[in-house]
């Protein structure tokens, strides 16, 4: 596994995200970790009681965050080792989020995503995603990242 979390690399200027931002106090803190054995991007997340949707089950739109955080990181992850990429060029945002739920996905278990670049170009990252629930297969989808548009970093303020 890589030395750290992808996430960590982003400019603080854009790392406030609810799902992966390090700098928001009250976001997941995903983390995608790159996997240099399988060449796949690796996250696991543990739900809490409160990300419920029935008793016993997680929420879709938790899963759905976390297949589109993990996809960014992945597609960032693998960007960087493609194309040499320096940190302040790391940040990708969402252009397209497909999601499958397969199965219930239950509560009390280590969620474990994973994701694979299957099309890549200067500016866009194709990522295969899915998720693992106790070693189960519970959802899979794609994600199609983008390199962030420029000005959009800092821009937040509409003061």
């Not at 040499?84 to 278990?109: C, H, I, M, N, W």
């Not at 299957?118 to 194709?126: A, D, P, Q, S, Y």
Request: one cysteine or more; proline letters at 6%.
């Amino acid at each position: 596994m890589s030395a750290g979390p992808i996430q960590h690399l982003y400019p603080d200027a854009v790392a406030h995200c609810y799902g992966c931002g390090h700098l928001n106090p009250h976001g997941h803190h995903f983390q995608t970790l790159w996997d240099d054995e399988s060449g796949e991007g690796v996250t696991r997340f543990t739900p809490q009681p409160h990300h419920t949707a029935i008793p016993g089950y997680v929420y879709g739109g938790l899963i759905a965050s976390l297949l589109d955080c993990h996809g960014i990181g992945t597609a960032a992850a693998a960007a960087r080792r493609a194309h040499g990429l320096g940190q302040e060029e790391l940040r990708y945002v969402t252009a397209s989020l497909q999601v499958d739920f397969l199965k219930p996905t239950p509560l009390g278990v280590e969620l474990e995503a994973r994701g694979t670049a299957v099309e890549m170009t200067e500016r866009k990252v194709v990522v295969e995603v899915w998720m693992l629930a106790g070693g189960v297969e519970c959802a899979r989808g794609q994600v199609v990242a983008v390199r962030m548009p420029e000005g959009m970093a800092g821009s937040g303020d509409r003061s």
